[in-house]
């Protein structure tokens, strides 16, 4: 068995999530997410496991667009360069 961190969101409120998860594979690591909650939508599968402020951060608790992120300077200010 291996960590994994399973990435994505619940189709019904928008919700971003990370579930830890032990599993033998990726795809095993997103079917046992799938089986507890039915309405999750995948994103990723990252090996290991991340948290909220260590190897992960989420831009908000549900789904943001980019016009979000451009219409809100003061809270996602900084320069960045898109490799």
Not at 8 to 22: P, R
Not at 32 to 58: K, N, R, W
């Amino acid at each position: 068995m291996k960590d994994y961190s399973v990435l994505g969101f619940y189709d019904d409120s928008g919700q971003t999530f990370c579930h830890h998860v032990q599993a033998e594979t990726a795809q095993a690591a997103l079917k046992c997410v799938a089986v507890e909650y039915p309405d999750a939508c995948f994103v990723a599968v990252l090996d290991g496991h991340v948290s909220e402020g260590q190897g992960i951060t989420f831009p908000d608790y549900e789904l943001v667009t980019s016009y979000s992120v451009l219409e809100q300077a003061e809270t996602y200010k900084g320069n960045g360069v898109l490799l």
